[in-house]
Structure formats: C-alpha cells, structure tokens
C-alpha cells in the first residue's frame, strides 16, 4: 500500500521545509512517498499570533491545490490553520503540537514543552487545554533562540535545548520532552540518549499517526463542523479561495 504523505510547512523558508521533509522520510514507512511543501505566501518564519494569522492562507492553497496525498503533517508547533485545513482537506491533517503532546502523553504520567521564544508559551499553553492535556503538561520552557536561528549552529542549537530540557525535568519533574518547534526536528534521538527520557518531536509524532490513519482507512467525519465550507465568494487577495 503505497501512501503519498504531504508535509506543509506553513513557513515560507525552503531550508526549514527541506529540513522537516527529512525528518518525516526517517520515521515513514518504506512505502510512503514523503513530499515537503513550502506557500508561495506568508512570514519567514512563525513566531506571533500576527505570524500565524498571515500563514494560514498560504498553507491553504496548498492543502487545496494537493489532490494526490492521501494525509497532511502541518509543521508549525502553533498548528496554524489546523481546523481551517481539516475543511478543506477532508483528508487527515495532523498538526505537530497536536500529534507530539499527545504522544507524550502515552510515555509518563507528564511531559515538559521546550520551545523557541518566550512570546509563544501562552499559544503552548492554549493547545493544552485544547487538546485536553492541561493536567498532563507539566511546563513550557522558552530558549529563546528564534525560529530561522535554530538552522545557522545546530551545534549551539543542540547545547542550549539540552541545558532547558535538563532544567524542565529537574523543575517539573516531568518524564518525557516536546520539542516545541519544526526547526527543532533531528535532535531527538541525541537528546534522548543523553537525558535518559523520551524526547518527542512533533514531525515524526504526526508522520507517524498520519500514516497509521490511512493505514485504517480513516478520514476525518465530512458532516458538522468539519464538512467542507460553504461556497461563497472572497475578496481581494483573498479571490481565490471562493468556492
């Protein structure tokens, strides 16, 4: 059973697309095809609720353009556009916020989130409650290294979210780690080795759980709030996204 997998990465940096294409290829089954998407419109990268707003339609037209994949990883740790593009997909759309929390929350009884920069732990904290895994997180940890950064040195990458990782633990006592960014995909298994917990990254967490809905033949319910929108007409630069 081949599976066409189609990961967006709702930045419009191609490095950062390339980078969670590679990481999706490593976790996927050898009879899923991996493609890396990047919008042909929106930020550089996603660091404000601003960010994530502007990011959205880009994501859209390619989740609306991408008739050939069978399954979506959206690979921003916000999961921008999540509801919006489940819609339009009615395919499944797995956002790696989503995918990674829930994740860890099969691997200990709490997990701590280590993110980029410290303007985006409310967002973290608001997909907890969200997702229903409140109780199961057991803190949010910013590095402040910011999104584009975390390519240029991933030597210094790697040292800075190992010393936040090792305090989250030793703060939260929690058992296992999220990493709370794309950009962070490729430092898990080090990690793990060296903090002795489960390390999660959102890319592998939702290639995986993408693959395994199709492999059940599931899709997403087509009724209610999650039909497809109803036609009506956009303006503007918007004009293409009428239906």
């Not at 050939?68 to 921003?76: E, H, I, R, T």
């Not at 740790?77 to 995918?99: K, M, N, Q, T, W």
């Amino acid at each position: 059973m081949t599976i066409r997998l189609t990961v967006v990465n709702p930045n419009t940096t191609q490095s950062m697309t390339d980078l969670v294409e590679a990481q999706a290829r490593l976790v996927a089954g050898a009879d899923t095809v991996v493609t890396g998407r990047t919008p042909t419109m929106g930020p550089a990268s996603i660091e404000s609720h601003y960010d994530e707003a502007l990011a959205v339609p880009g994501l859209l037209e390619v989740v609306r353009a991408d008739h050939d994949a069978d399954a979506f990883v959206l690979a921003c740790f916000g999961d921008p556009g999540l509801d919006a593009a489940r819609e339009a997909a009615s395919r499944p759309v797995i956002g790696i916020a989503e995918a990674a929390m829930k994740t860890a929350s099969l691997l200990g009884r709490s997990f701590s989130v280590v993110t980029t920069m410290s303007r985006t732990v409310g967002r973290a904290w608001d997909l907890t409650r969200t997702y229903g895994l409140e109780r199961q997180c057991a803190g949010v940890h910013a590095c402040d290294i910011p999104v584009l950064e975390l390519e240029e040195d991933r030597a210094r990458t790697y040292a800075v979210i190992l010393s936040f990782a090792k305090s989250a633990l030793a703060q939260d006592g929690s058992d296992a780690i999220v990493l709370g960014c794309a950009g962070m995909a490729g430092l898990p298994e080090l990690l793990t080795d060296e903090l002795g917990v489960p390390v999660v990254d959102g890319v592998a967490a939702a290639t995986v759980l993408a693959e395994g809905l199709v492999r059940m033949g599931l899709r997403p319910s087509t009724h209610g709030e999650l039909a497809p929108p109803p036609p009506k007409t956009y303006m503007g630069v918007l004009s293409q996204f009428g239906r």
